[in-house]
């Protein structure tokens, strides 16, 4: 498989970072929002095929009512049944203390916890039925226990740029969430476009004040969705405000199931394949083989027979002819 990319040549970076960390979260956040059930065996066969391409971070799955998310329903088989790297850190989401106790019971086949809630009241009480204070409370706990276990933890605040049923969200609001995640002891803290609202500028902005309110000592990482198609846009606006770390599903699989108050779901995680074709032919390296990622995203496509929103999918990725001698 080539690690060869054809990538900008004016040796002018932009302002860029010469590397970015990626979290695939489709074996959560995507097959969780699919309509489909994959059998037990096709998704440890997925995720170690993901793994296969290089990526080193992988959000594998969550414990969760198998009533309310029939989808993951076999996390602790899923889990135990693995076969992945050592350098692949294996995450799963924790909705509250109960999914913690089953997710203990299999420590020994994962290493971090996502824990999360939204940045605005309507779509944490349609989410969670929960206030956001309540939710932070039972968040404190959650990642006190985890930390007890050794874990490595990581807060999301959804909605973290729009809300489809509040409108506009303040930074500072979204940024006093982030300081009692990271001082209930966070390492990570992801914001989420949740229903794919926000914008290139906002995004820069809202970044560099991310940076400010934390500190350096808390990893931020940004999590698009594509659904207004400015998802790629976004991502960029990121990197050049200093962000190195993204979440991204492979062939846009997922979204958001509470998409607002017309009942839409809101779909369309920022496509893995998409970003690392991106941020490959720009000069920014990842560590992951695009061909072994397209072959991953072939299976998950012919397994659920259906077409993907992968651009790069169905167009391939970039050709370039070899250059003329000189």
Same mark, same amino acid.
């Given at each position: 498989?080539?690690?060869?990319?054809?990538?900008?040549?004016?040796?002018?970076?932009?302002?860029?970072?010469?590397?970015?960390?990626?979290?695939?979260?489709?074996?959560?956040?995507?097959?969780?929002?699919?309509?489909?059930? =994959?059998?037990?065996?096709?998704?440890?066969?997925?995720?170690?095929?993901?793994?296969?391409?290089?990526?080193?971070?992988?959000?594998?799955?969550?414990?969760?009512?198998?009533?309310?998310?029939?989808? =993951?329903?076999?996390?602790?088989?899923? =889990?135990?049944?693995?076969?992945?790297?050592?350098?692949v850190?294996?995450?799963?989401?924790?909705?509250?203390?109960?999914? =913690?106790?089953?997710?203990?019971?299999?420590?020994?086949?994962?290493?971090?916890?996502?824990?999360?809630?939204?940045?605005?009241?309507?779509?944490?009480?349609h989410?969670?039925?929960?206030?956001?204070?309540?939710?932070?409370?039972?968040?404190?706990?959650?990642?006190?226990? $985890?930390?007890?276990?050794?874990?490595?933890?990581?807060?999301?605040? $959804?909605?973290?740029?729009?809300?489809?049923?509040?409108?506009?969200?303040?930074?500072?609001?979204?940024?006093?969430?982030?300081?009692?995640?990271?001082?209930?002891?966070?390492?990570?803290?992801?914001?989420?476009?949740?229903?794919?609202?926000?914008?290139?500028?906002?995004?820069?902005?809202?970044?560099?004040?991310?940076?400010?309110?934390?500190?350096?000592?808390?990893?931020?990482?940004?999590?698009?969705?594509?659904?207004?198609?400015?998802?790629?846009?976004?991502?960029?606006?990121?990197?050049?405000?200093?962000?190195?770390?993204?979440?991204?599903?492979?062939?846009?699989?997922?979204?958001?199931?509470?998409?607002?108050?017309?009942?839409?779901?809101?779909t369309?995680?920022?496509?893995t394949e998409?970003?690392?074709?991106?941020?490959?032919?720009?000069?920014?390296?990842?560590?992951?083989?695009?061909?072994?990622?397209?072959?991953?995203?072939?299976?998950?496509?012919?397994?659920l027979?259906?077409?993907?929103?992968?651009?790069?999918?169905?167009?391939?990725?970039?050709?370039?002819?070899?250059?003329?001698?000189?």
């Amino acid at each position: 498989m080539s690690q060869v990319h054809a990538i900008n040549t004016t040796g002018d970076r932009g302002g860029l970072p010469q590397r970015v960390h990626l979290r695939e979260v489709g074996p959560r956040d995507g097959f969780q929002n699919e309509p489909e059930v =994959l059998a037990t065996a096709d998704k440890v066969a997925l995720i170690e095929a993901l793994a296969r391409s290089g990526i080193t971070r992988l959000e594998v799955t969550s414990f969760v009512r198998a009533e309310v998310i029939p989808q =993951l329903a076999d996390a602790a088989q899923v =889990l135990r049944t693995l076969e992945l790297p050592d350098a692949v850190s294996v995450s799963v989401l924790i909705p509250n203390e109960r999914g =913690l106790e089953q997710a203990l019971l299999v420590r020994e086949r994962f290493d971090e916890v996502n824990v999360f809630l939204s940045a605005s009241e309507a779509h944490n009480r349609h989410n969670v039925n929960r206030s956001v204070d309540q939710s932070l409370d039972g968040i404190g706990r959650l990642l006190a226990r $985890a930390g007890d276990a050794g874990l490595r933890r990581q807060g999301t605040i $959804a909605t973290a740029f729009g809300c489809p049923y509040e409108g506009r969200v303040e930074p500072r609001r979204v940024f006093e969430i982030a300081r009692a995640l990271r001082d209930a002891g966070c390492e990570e803290i992801a914001f989420g476009d949740t229903t794919g609202m926000a914008n290139p500028l906002q995004v820069a902005d809202f970044f560099g004040g991310a940076r400010a309110a934390l500190g350096e000592q808390v990893e931020l990482t940004a999590h698009f969705h594509n659904t207004r198609g400015q998802g790629l846009a976004n991502v960029f606006a990121a990197l050049q405000a200093g962000v190195t770390s993204f979440e991204s599903s492979f062939g846009e699989l997922g979204g958001c199931p509470s998409g607002g108050p017309d009942g839409q779901p809101a779909t369309g995680n920022i496509a893995t394949e998409d970003l690392v074709s991106m941020l490959h032919e720009m000069g920014v390296e990842t560590g992951i083989d695009l061909d072994r990622l397209l072959d991953a995203t072939r299976t998950v496509r012919d397994l659920l027979g259906r077409p993907l929103g992968s651009h790069v999918l169905t167009a391939g990725p970039v050709a370039w002819s070899a250059p003329r001698p000189a």
